[in-house]
């Protein structure tokens, strides 16, 4: 079994910085690759960065490049998100998701495990 845990979602001014935390804990498929995915009210879920197994490869919505940044420690099965230059346009819901393959997609369907999300509300 695999738990996905989100944490640190708040509410930040725009211009501000958040950092997500992703935990895997369980069979956590440590070479998987990982994803963060976001789902504003009334809107289609949307791709925001993945990162390799390895970490080596990271990839990210348009709408987050340049102001978002994946990363993961694999000794303590942990993915994190940082983001800065936040945006209004930037709340939503925010969801980690794990593959057992370690290639990077913007496919959120080949994510076989999800966390139930964190909340992020960015004021202007």
């Known amino acids: 079994q695999v738990h996905v845990e989100e944490s640190g979602g708040g509410s930040v001014q725009a211009g501000g910085s958040l950092r997500l935390s992703c935990a895997v804990s369980?069979?956590?498929?440590?070479?998987?690759?990982r994803a963060w995915f976001r789902q504003a009210p009334g809107k289609r879920r949307e791709f925001v960065a993945s990162?390799?197994?390895?970490?080596?490869?990271?990839r990210y919505g348009f709408s987050v490049k340049g102001r978002f940044t994946i990363s993961r420690d694999n000794a303590k099965n942990t993915v994190s998100l940082q983001m800065d230059s936040l945006k209004p346009e930037d709340t939503a819901d925010y969801y980690c998701?794990?593959?057992?393959?370690?290639?990077?997609?913007?496919?959120?369907?080949?994510?076989?495990?999800w966390g139930r999300g964190t909340q992020v509300s960015v004021s202007s």
């Open positions: 998701a794990v593959r057992r393959d370690s290639t990077p997609t913007e496919e959120a369907l080949i994510y076989e495990y």
């Open positions: 990162i390799s197994g390895s970490g080596a490869f990271t």
């Open positions: 369980g069979r956590t498929f440590s070479d998987g690759a």
